[in-house]
């Protein structure tokens, strides 16, 4: 039973860590990709207006 907890504690913290490793660039990610959506909307709302670009 003391096996089975020491690996319990063990694989939380591998979990723990490696969390870390894919929540950071994760966030970098949907930042970027955040801010290209919200960079083009600007962008074509600033964009004049023609007819034939429709």
Known sequence: MQ???N???GM??????ASDRIL???AIVVG???GAM???????IQ??????MR
């Open 32 to 34: 970027l990709v955040g």
């Open 7 to 9: 690996g319990y504690r």
């Open 47 to 52: 964009a004049p207006q023609h007819d034939f």
């Open 24 to 26: 950071i660039p994760l």
């Open 12 to 17: 939380t913290l591998v979990l723990a860590l």
């Open 38 to 44: 919200i960079g083009s909307e600007i962008a074509r």
């Open 3 to 5: 096996a089975i907890q």
